[in-house]
């Protein structure tokens, strides 16, 4: 197959587009639309979000040292996309969107969106100011999880939650399920076994 080279760009494609929900020390509270988030680390449990200094939500976080991921759902999308697009310096995305901040359970400040399925509530451990945008890495100090997405064993099923995914400007919800991690290299039960 014949390939363009281009220069230089972010094309790592799809991402989770998350709500990002934030609040400081006088009571102010937003939700900014994040799509460059990522897991940084699994042991101590540590995510990172990328924003604008510009971004009304940038003071709020690097002001307080802590915010919430709110994992979307095709339910959320519509709000998901109108928090990114308007401010918090213009509106209360709260009220706009009828949404619920509700508390973490381990933040002082930063309340999760009762809405979202999952909700990761982190503690800033750094700021890298990169260029165009300042990286915030974090720590994940615990995670709400709707009680509707456990399975009879008490497990996530996340393919529940019809979550949605963005890509090159567009929103996808997830759907066909192709496998499971590690699948590629699982050996199969030997046929006819487990049958009489």
């Given at each position: ?7 230089g760009g ?8 998350v709500m990002?929900s934030c609040a ?5 509270k937003n939700?900014?639309t994040v799509?460059?988030a ?5 042991n ?8 604008r200094p510009e971004r009304?939500?940038?003071g709020?976080i ?9 994992l ?6 519509r709000a998901?996309?109108?928090c ?8 209360d ?7 619920t901040p509700?508390?973490a359970?381990?933040?002082?400040l930063a309340p ?5 399925p ?10 890298l100011?990169?260029?165009?945008h300042?990286?915030?890495i974090?720590?994940v100090?615990a ?6 997405l456990l399975d009879?064993r ?10 949605t995914?963005y890509?090159?400007g567009?929103?996808?919800e997830l ?6 991690f ?9 046929r006819g076994?487990?049958?009489?």
């Amino acid at each position: 197959m014949a390939k363009q080279v281009w220069r230089g760009g972010n094309m790592l494609y799809p991402l989770p587009a998350v709500m990002v929900s934030c609040a400081n020390a006088a009571g102010e509270k937003n939700i900014v639309t994040v799509a460059w988030a990522g897991t940084v680390c699994t042991n101590p449990p540590m995510l990172s979000i990328s924003l604008r200094p510009e971004r009304h939500s940038y003071g709020i976080i690097r002001e307080s040292g802590e915010f919430v991921v709110n994992l979307v759902t095709a339910r959320l999308q519509r709000a998901c996309d109108w928090c990114g697009v308007r401010s918090g310096r213009d509106f209360d995305k709260w009220k706009e969107c009828r949404l619920t901040p509700a508390p973490a359970s381990s933040l002082e400040l930063a309340p999760i969106i009762a809405e979202s399925p999952v909700s990761l509530e982190c503690a800033v451990r750094d700021v890298l100011e990169l260029g165009s945008h300042h990286l915030f890495i974090a720590d994940v100090r615990a995670v709400q999880v709707e009680e509707d997405l456990l399975d009879a064993r008490g497990r996530l099923d996340l393919a529940r939650a019809n979550l949605t995914a963005y890509s090159h400007g567009e929103y996808f919800e997830l759907g066909r399920r192709l496998g499971s991690f590690g699948y590629s290299v699982r050996k199969r039960a030997p046929r006819g076994r487990g049958r009489r």
